[in-house]
Protein backbone atom coordinates (compact mmCIF):
# COMPACT_ATOMS: atom_id res chain seq x y z
CA UNK A 1 0.00 0.00 0.00
CA UNK A 2 1.10 3.68 -0.62
CA UNK A 3 2.76 5.25 2.25
CA UNK A 4 0.67 8.18 0.96
CA UNK A 5 -2.48 8.17 -1.15
CA UNK A 6 -4.24 11.36 -2.90
CA UNK A 7 -7.65 11.61 -3.48
CA UNK A 8 -9.06 8.73 -5.88
CA UNK A 9 -11.05 10.51 -7.43
CA UNK A 10 -8.72 13.17 -8.59
CA UNK A 11 -6.55 11.19 -10.49
CA UNK A 12 -8.56 9.04 -12.62
CA UNK A 13 -8.12 11.03 -15.74
CA UNK A 14 -4.33 11.05 -15.53
CA UNK A 15 -1.93 9.47 -17.26
CA UNK A 16 -0.10 6.58 -15.03
CA UNK A 17 3.70 7.76 -14.18
CA UNK A 18 5.45 5.54 -12.06
CA UNK A 19 8.62 6.92 -11.01
CA UNK A 20 11.35 4.35 -9.57
CA UNK A 21 14.04 4.92 -6.85
CA UNK A 22 16.39 2.32 -7.23
CA UNK A 23 19.74 1.32 -5.73
CA UNK A 24 21.74 -0.99 -3.55
CA UNK A 25 21.19 -1.03 -0.11
CA UNK A 26 21.62 1.60 2.09
CA UNK A 27 22.21 4.09 -0.27
CA UNK A 28 19.40 6.76 0.91
CA UNK A 29 16.75 5.51 -0.93
CA UNK A 30 14.19 5.15 1.86
CA UNK A 31 14.83 8.75 3.08
CA UNK A 32 14.20 10.26 -0.13
CA UNK A 33 11.11 8.54 -0.54
CA UNK A 34 10.15 9.69 3.07
CA UNK A 35 10.30 13.14 1.79
CA UNK A 36 8.40 12.36 -1.42
CA UNK A 37 5.81 11.21 0.75
CA UNK A 38 5.95 14.29 2.85
CA UNK A 39 5.23 16.10 -0.01
CA UNK A 40 2.37 15.36 -0.80
CA UNK A 41 3.49 12.20 -3.18
CA UNK A 42 2.13 8.40 -3.32
CA UNK A 43 4.90 6.48 -2.15
CA UNK A 44 4.84 2.58 -2.15
CA UNK A 45 7.21 1.09 0.50
CA UNK A 46 9.77 -1.00 -0.26
CA UNK A 47 8.78 -4.76 -0.06
CA UNK A 48 11.67 -6.62 0.76
CA UNK A 49 12.71 -4.36 4.04
CA UNK A 50 8.42 -5.16 4.76
CA UNK A 51 8.94 -8.80 4.37
CA UNK A 52 12.10 -9.13 6.12
CA UNK A 53 10.50 -7.05 8.89
CA UNK A 54 7.71 -9.64 8.79
CA UNK A 55 10.10 -12.58 8.95
CA UNK A 56 12.16 -11.54 11.85
CA UNK A 57 8.69 -11.06 13.53
CA UNK A 58 7.68 -14.35 13.07
CA UNK A 59 11.14 -16.11 13.05
CA UNK A 60 10.25 -17.19 9.48
CA UNK A 61 13.24 -18.63 7.12
CA UNK A 62 12.19 -16.23 3.63
CA UNK A 63 15.42 -14.16 3.53
CA UNK A 64 17.77 -12.56 1.20
CA UNK A 65 20.78 -13.80 2.53
CA UNK A 66 19.11 -17.82 3.37
CA UNK A 67 16.54 -18.25 0.69
CA UNK A 68 17.05 -15.63 -1.85
CA UNK A 69 15.31 -17.08 -5.02
CA UNK A 70 12.04 -17.78 -2.91
CA UNK A 71 12.41 -14.15 -0.94
CA UNK A 72 13.02 -12.57 -4.44
CA UNK A 73 9.43 -14.18 -6.28
CA UNK A 74 7.76 -13.14 -2.54
CA UNK A 75 8.71 -9.66 -3.26
CA UNK A 76 8.11 -9.80 -6.95
CA UNK A 77 4.41 -10.86 -6.16
CA UNK A 78 4.01 -7.76 -3.67
CA UNK A 79 5.84 -5.63 -6.81
CA UNK A 80 2.91 -6.66 -9.28
CA UNK A 81 0.14 -5.79 -6.37
CA UNK A 82 1.66 -2.47 -5.99
CA UNK A 83 1.95 -1.87 -9.91
CA UNK A 84 -1.92 -2.55 -10.12
CA UNK A 85 -2.88 -0.47 -7.28
CA UNK A 86 -0.51 2.12 -8.74
CA UNK A 87 -3.26 2.44 -11.57
CA UNK A 88 -5.43 4.62 -9.86
CA UNK A 89 -3.44 7.37 -8.98
CA UNK A 90 -1.85 9.54 -11.87
CA UNK A 91 1.99 9.90 -10.23
CA UNK A 92 3.65 7.23 -7.72
CA UNK A 93 6.96 6.48 -6.38
CA UNK A 94 8.57 3.35 -5.65
CA UNK A 95 11.15 2.08 -2.80
CA UNK A 96 12.72 0.14 -5.81
CA UNK A 97 11.41 -1.65 -9.07
CA UNK A 98 11.21 -4.96 -10.70
CA UNK A 99 14.62 -4.68 -12.11
CA UNK A 100 16.12 -4.62 -8.96
CA UNK A 101 15.18 -8.02 -8.05
CA UNK A 102 16.67 -8.83 -11.19
CA UNK A 103 19.90 -7.35 -9.67
CA UNK A 104 19.75 -9.33 -7.04
CA UNK A 105 18.83 -12.58 -8.50
CA UNK A 106 21.68 -11.90 -11.06
CA UNK A 107 24.41 -11.32 -8.01
CA UNK A 108 23.29 -14.39 -6.15
CA UNK A 109 23.49 -16.52 -9.76
CA UNK A 110 19.99 -16.74 -10.55
CA UNK A 111 18.01 -15.78 -13.33
CA UNK A 112 14.69 -13.95 -12.84
CA UNK A 113 11.08 -14.84 -14.59
CA UNK A 114 11.01 -13.08 -18.11
CA UNK A 115 7.85 -11.94 -17.16
CA UNK A 116 9.63 -9.56 -14.41
CA UNK A 117 11.62 -7.56 -17.51
CA UNK A 118 7.83 -7.32 -19.44
CA UNK A 119 6.41 -5.81 -16.57
CA UNK A 120 9.10 -3.17 -15.70
CA UNK A 121 7.88 -1.42 -18.80
CA UNK A 122 5.45 -0.22 -16.73
CA UNK A 123 7.68 2.17 -15.12
CA UNK A 124 8.39 5.38 -16.55
CA UNK A 125 11.60 5.10 -18.78
CA UNK A 126 13.93 7.24 -16.34
CA UNK A 127 15.20 5.57 -13.19
CA UNK A 128 16.39 7.87 -10.16
CA UNK A 129 19.56 5.86 -9.20
CA UNK A 130 21.04 6.00 -5.46
CA UNK A 131 24.82 5.06 -5.79
CA UNK A 132 26.52 3.24 -3.06
CA UNK A 133 27.31 5.87 -0.30
CA UNK A 134 29.73 4.85 2.44
CA UNK A 135 29.33 7.88 4.58
CA UNK A 136 26.06 7.19 5.41
CA UNK A 137 25.59 3.55 5.04
CA UNK A 138 24.70 1.67 7.93
CA UNK A 139 24.09 -1.82 9.24
CA UNK A 140 20.54 -3.36 11.26
CA UNK A 141 18.58 -6.47 11.48
CA UNK A 142 17.31 -5.78 8.12
CA UNK A 143 20.69 -4.98 6.37
CA UNK A 144 23.30 -7.17 7.47
CA UNK A 145 25.52 -7.23 4.15
CA UNK A 146 28.66 -4.88 4.35
CA UNK A 147 29.30 -1.94 2.31
CA UNK A 148 32.27 -3.96 0.02
CA UNK A 149 28.80 -6.33 -0.39
CA UNK A 150 26.06 -3.36 -1.07
CA UNK A 151 28.87 -1.97 -3.59
CA UNK A 152 28.52 -5.43 -5.68
CA UNK A 153 24.87 -5.49 -5.63
CA UNK A 154 24.45 -2.11 -6.50
CA UNK A 155 26.78 -3.10 -9.51
CA UNK A 156 24.05 -5.58 -10.46
CA UNK A 157 20.65 -3.37 -9.95
CA UNK A 158 22.31 -0.98 -12.19
CA UNK A 159 23.41 -3.16 -15.19
CA UNK A 160 19.37 -5.06 -14.93
CA UNK A 161 18.08 -1.40 -15.25
CA UNK A 162 20.60 -0.71 -17.99
CA UNK A 163 19.55 -4.46 -19.59
CA UNK A 164 16.49 -3.81 -19.41
CA UNK A 165 16.46 -0.50 -21.65
CA UNK A 166 16.03 2.70 -18.70
CA UNK A 167 17.99 5.87 -18.28
CA UNK A 168 19.54 6.33 -15.02
CA UNK A 169 19.66 9.75 -13.69
CA UNK A 170 22.07 9.64 -10.91
CA UNK A 171 20.55 11.05 -7.86
CA UNK A 172 23.15 13.68 -5.67
CA UNK A 173 25.05 12.15 -2.87
CA UNK A 174 23.68 15.51 -0.85
CA UNK A 175 21.25 15.87 1.97
CA UNK A 176 17.64 14.51 1.39
CA UNK A 177 16.41 17.77 0.38
CA UNK A 178 18.67 18.68 -2.05
CA UNK A 179 18.03 15.37 -3.19
CA UNK A 180 14.17 15.91 -3.21
CA UNK A 181 14.43 19.00 -5.26
CA UNK A 182 16.93 16.86 -7.67
CA UNK A 183 14.02 14.87 -8.32
CA UNK A 184 11.31 17.27 -8.29
CA UNK A 185 12.88 19.54 -11.26
CA UNK A 186 13.95 16.41 -13.25
CA UNK A 187 10.29 15.62 -13.63
CA UNK A 188 8.38 19.00 -13.84
CA UNK A 189 11.22 19.35 -16.77
CA UNK A 190 10.60 16.04 -18.45
CA UNK A 191 6.82 15.93 -17.40
CA UNK A 192 5.80 14.20 -21.02
CA UNK A 193 7.99 10.74 -20.06
CA UNK A 194 5.35 7.99 -19.32
CA UNK A 195 5.38 4.47 -19.58
CA UNK A 196 9.26 3.06 -20.55
CA UNK A 197 8.79 1.29 -24.11
Known amino acids: ????????????????????IAGGPGSGKSSLLRALAAAGEVCYAEVSRELIREQLARAGRLFPWGDLRGFAMECGERMHAQLTDSARHGRSFFDRGLPDLIGYLSHGGWSAPDTWRAASHAYAGAVFFAPPWREIYVNDPERPQTFAEAQSLSAHVRRAYLDCGFRLIELVKSSVPDRLRQVLHYLDAHQHEREHR
Open 1 to 20: MPLMQTSVGAVHALPTQRIV
